[in-house]
């Protein structure tokens, strides 16, 4: 063959190998071919080369090979050429997928026999070795993702209440799971004057060290207001004010404050775009409405103020949005008709949030992976004092 005959070989056979086109790569390798270019553990024979190849494959889509030069002399190709394809399918060499795309620039020599090619190699580094610093940089990246995600957990970690409050004739139950990437969901309880509690949930969008940090800054605001107002609607008022000149583009918090007086049984309250807790009352469950913004969005807001008073045996079930925003297998929503229906069924139990947890993790089955922070907090007016 003559050296544009082999060059153009080498061409098609560089096509298919980008479109993992096994079936013209085989046809086009030599019975007797060998891999130069070996990784450790390799071995240089055909199977191998063509097990590799799949193995690339089905890890990395959108793979690109653009020719820049082609040199023939005698029966050897050289031939440059760009490489580009993402990590977004499984598995390679023990890293899972990124997503990020993996560029470089290649060179291969191709020797021909007849109109076969019989060796690959490489004067410098090989694909299999470039696909390794890729990797490697892939190794790096995910170290420091793992390292966000533990900075922001501890942020979180540092900001949940040390101990629930004990008051005669209530119970306090709050449950906290964070899920791997780390959210932006808050609870906290604020001793007040006169022997009254407040009590907040929040969640603060975004995920990971953002969401963490915004998060832990909403709570302080809310600490240093709460003790100066026995107004839910005016403390808010005032965080609302204060974050909005500092919260990152995009983000936001929303936030349910109330205020319980335990010897009157009244809990008063405001809510700042949260998703509404529930009043368990007669074998019911009652949305707790108040209007607002939430957090962070812009200045001047003016918050709605409520109140109810708590008989014995009611409470009110708060939450964030992890626990109704979970999916089952199918993608189905567990959702505010489910949760509303529990509330109403086991409102009254003293152990409404184990209740919820068993009917949820019954939802979303085996092998669920947590997409959000779960935050539930339940405030329950006992039936006997203690």
């Known amino acids: 063959m003559s050296a544009e005959e082999n060059k153009a070989l080498v061409r098609r056979f560089l096509q298919a190998h ?5 079936d013209t790569v085989e046809g086009m ?7 130069r270019n070996l990784i450790p553990g390799q071995r240089p024979g055909r199977e191998v080369y063509l097990r590799a190849l799949t193995q690339f494959h089905v890890a990395y889509s959108n793979t690109r090979y653009d020719i820049e030069k082609q040199l023939a002399e ?11 394809s993402t990590h977004n399918r499984g598995e390679w060499m023990g890293l899972v997928p990124t997503g990020k795309e993996f560029k470089a620039l290649q060179t291969l020599i191709h020797r021909i026999v007849g109109d076969k090619i019989t060796e690959e190699w490489s004067p410098g580094s090989n694909l299999a070795e470039l696909a390794q610093q ?12 793992e390292q966000e995600l533990m900075v922001a957990r501890s942020i979180q970690q540092a900001s949940l209440p040390e101990k629930v409050p004990e008051l005669e004739g209530w119970q306090i139950s ?10 932006g969901d808050f609870y906290d309880f604020h001793l007040l004057p006169d022997g009254k509690l407040g009590l907040v949930v929040g969640d603060a969008t975004g995920k990971g060290v953002p969401a963490a940090l915004v998060m832990s800054s909403t709570r302080s605001m809310l600490r240093a207001l709460a003790r100066a107002s026995n107004s839910p609607g005016d403390v808010l008022e005032q965080v609302n004010d204060l974050l909005v000149t500092d919260i990152p583009t995009n983000m936001f918090v929303t936030c349910f404050y109330a205020i319980l007086e335990p010897k009157s049984a009244s809990l008063s309250y405001a809510n700042a775009g949260h998703d509404l807790p529930y009043l368990h009352r007669n074998g019911d469950a009652e949305e707790l409405r108040a209007r607002g913004m939430p957090l962070g969005l812009m200045p001047g807001m003016s918050y709605e103020e ?3 008073e708590l008989d014995v045996g009611e409470g009110v079930f708060f939450y ?29 139990e003293q152990s409404l949030e184990e209740a919820l947890l068993e009917e949820l993790y019954s939802f979303v089955g085996e092998g669920w992976e947590q997409e959000d922070d779960i935050t539930l907090l339940n405030l329950r007016r006992s039936a006997t004092r203690t």
């Open 18 to 22: 980008a479109k993992g086109d096994l």
């Open 74 to 84: 005698g029966d050897e190709v050289v031939t440059t050429f760009a490489v580009s």
């Open 29 to 35: 390798l030599a019975p007797d071919f060998v891999d």
């Open 306 to 308: 409520k109140e109810i």
């Open 320 to 348: 964030s949005d992890g626990l109704v925003e979970a999916h089952d297998p199918k993608g189905e929503m567990f959702g505010f008709p489910l949760l509303r229906e529990l509330v109403a069924e086991h409102g009254e």
């Open 174 to 183: 709050p449950y906290y799971q964070p899920a791997r990437e780390v959210g």
């Open 134 to 145: 890729g990797l490697e940089q892939e190794r790096i990246e995910r170290e420091r993702i």
